[in-house]
């Protein structure tokens, strides 16, 4: 569920968000989305080719006019690297590999997003398996990871 985002997120409620996140004008927008819980990347308004990471101008035809855009964090895995023995905030079991996954985005082929991937066994996980984009809190702030899709 997402947050009520009636009020608008501002670039101060960023950086206080993300203290140690270098947050710059390109970027702000995709964090401004992490805040209401959108995963939001740059689209030219001018030939509607979408990217990541945030760049001041689009790569395909240098258009200026690019905006954060939410995508629907609907994709498949593109590649997926197991970390063993990871000791870090958040990851409590060290005894299993952390999943990190390069998700295609639905949205357009080439468009992709790395993250983790959360509620399933590691070792289960395969290149094309459908996926969703999924909230996690740490450090009281929202960031996007990925889960399976679930099958109807």
Same mark, same amino acid.
């Given at each position: 569920? +997402?947050?009520?985002?009636?009020?608008?997120?501002?670039?101060?409620?960023?950086?206080?968000?993300?203290?140690?996140?270098?947050?710059? /004008?390109?970027? +702000?927008?995709?964090?401004?989305?992490?805040?209401?819980? !959108?995963?939001?990347?740059?689209?030219?308004?001018?030939? @509607?080719?979408? /990217?990541? %990471?945030? $760049?001041? #101008? #689009?790569?395909?035809?240098?258009?200026?006019?690019?905006?954060? &855009?939410?995508?629907? @964090?609907?994709?498949?895995? *593109?590649?997926?690297?197991?970390? /063993? @023995?990871? $000791?870090?905030?958040?990851?409590?079991?060290? !005894? /299993?590999?952390? %999943?990190?996954?390069?998700?295609?985005?639905?949205? &357009? %082929?080439?468009?992709?997003?790395?993250?983790?991937?959360?509620?399933?066994?590691?070792?289960?996980?395969?290149?094309?398996?459908?996926?969703?984009?999924?909230?996690? !809190?740490?450090?009281? &702030?929202? *960031? %996007?990871?990925?889960?399976?899709?679930?099958?109807?």
């Amino acid at each position: 569920m +997402k947050p009520d985002t009636s009020t608008a997120i501002t670039d101060d409620d960023v950086l206080r968000a993300y203290p140690d996140v270098p947050i710059d /004008h390109d970027n +702000k927008g995709l964090y401004r989305g992490w805040l209401a819980r !959108e995963l939001r990347l740059h689209r030219c308004t001018h030939c @509607g080719h979408r /990217h990541h %990471p945030p $760049q001041p #101008c #689009c790569p395909r035809c240098w258009s200026t006019d690019v905006r954060p &855009q939410a995508v629907s @964090g609907r994709g498949t895995v *593109y590649s997926i690297v197991l970390l /063993h @023995g990871l $000791q870090a905030p958040g990851i409590t079991d060290s !005894e /299993h590999p952390h %999943p990190v996954v390069t998700v295609e985005l639905d949205e &357009q %082929p080439g468009l992709r997003w790395t993250s983790t991937l959360i509620d399933r066994d590691p070792r289960t996980v395969r290149i094309g398996d459908p996926v969703d984009i999924a909230w996690i !809190e740490r450090h009281g &702030q929202p *960031y %996007p990871v990925f889960c399976a899709r679930a099958t109807t």
